[in-house]
């Protein structure tokens, strides 16, 4: 029988450490242990340790906190929609007449409806406000009279402008704008021309540009 020599060299092997595997469960939300909040909870805590001789009187007590409490959160929630929204106006425009002659005048007034305005109108040429703010009553403004004085970039200048009227609202109402109404200036006016031409002949011909 033959012994083998022992091995000249030596192997050894570690157990792996006990190792923990953690499975990711679904989580599902357990409901509190009391149904109010920790106002209420705390009352019905207090309603335990009250003899029973006065357990009725204080769970009266308890009951009226509780309505208290929770019609006072109710009303405070719906706080912030107090208070009426400004009522949608419409504003009309009318003029005296829709031609005049240059450095005459003219006439405007505006009618505002829609709830009870109140407040101030006005009134623009070419975009460009005349005269002062026309006060409102009982939604109109009156006949307000328009002149070259009061309006020095619109009657003295021949051609077309548009006018127009807008309603500044109030507290109660919103502010609303009017459509335009195109009013024409008549009359003269200087235009000077001026031409250059380096040779020319009696009675010829000289073609201008007037830009």
């Given at each position: 029988?033959?012994?083998?020599a022992?091995?000249?060299?030596?192997?050894?092997?570690?157990?792996?450490?006990?190792?923990?595997?953690?499975?990711?469960?679904?989580?599902?939300?357990?409901?509190?242990?009391?149904?109010?909040?920790?106002?209420?909870?705390?009352?019905?805590?207090?309603?335990?340790?009250?003899?029973?001789?006065?357990?009725?009187?204080?769970?009266?007590?308890?009951?009226?906190?509780?309505?208290?409490?929770?019609?006072?959160?109710?009303?405070?929630?719906?706080?912030?929609?107090?208070?009426?929204?400004?009522?949608?106006?419409?504003?009309?425009?009318?003029?005296?007449?829709?031609?005049?002659?240059?450095?005459?005048?003219?006439?405007?007034?505006?009618?505002?409806?829609?709830?009870?305005?109140?407040?101030s109108?006005?009134?623009?040429?070419?975009?460009?406000?005349?005269?002062?703010?026309?006060?409102?009553?009982?939604?109109?403004?009156?006949?307000?009279?328009?002149?070259?004085?009061?309006?020095?970039?619109?009657?003295?200048?021949v051609g077309?402008?548009?006018?127009?009227?807008?309603?500044?609202?109030?507290?109660?109402?919103?502010?609303?704008?009017?459509?335009?109404?195109?009013?024409?200036?008549?009359?003269?006016?200087?235009?000077?021309?001026?031409?250059?031409?380096?040779?020319?002949?009696?009675?010829?011909?000289?073609s201008?540009?007037?830009?």
């Open positions: 029988m033959s012994v083998a022992p091995s000249l060299t030596t192997t050894a092997s570690i157990e792996p450490a006990d190792r923990v595997y953690l499975a990711q469960l679904p989580q599902t939300r357990t409901k509190p242990l009391w149904p109010w909040g920790g106002g209420a909870g705390i009352a019905v805590l207090v309603l335990l340790c009250v003899p029973r001789k006065r357990a009725r009187a204080v769970m009266a007590l308890g009951l009226i906190w509780v309505l208290s409490f929770t019609v006072s959160c109710g009303g405070g929630g719906g706080g912030g929609g107090s208070g009426t929204p400004p009522v949608a106006t419409s504003t009309q425009l009318t003029v005296s007449s829709t031609k005049v002659a240059a450095n005459r005048s003219i006439s405007v007034s505006a009618t505002v409806s829609g709830g009870t305005p109140d407040g109108v006005h009134f623009f040429v070419d975009g460009i406000g005349i005269g002062g703010l026309a006060p409102v009553t009982n939604g109109t403004t009156g006949n307000i009279t328009v002149t070259a004085a009061s309006a020095p970039a619109f009657l003295p200048v077309t402008h548009s006018v127009s009227a807008r309603y500044l609202g109030s507290t109660a109402t919103q502010a609303s704008q009017s459509g335009t109404s195109s009013v024409t200036v008549t009359g003269t006016t200087t235009l000077a021309i001026t031409g250059t031409a380096p040779t020319t002949t009696a009675n010829g011909n000289i201008l540009t007037i830009n």
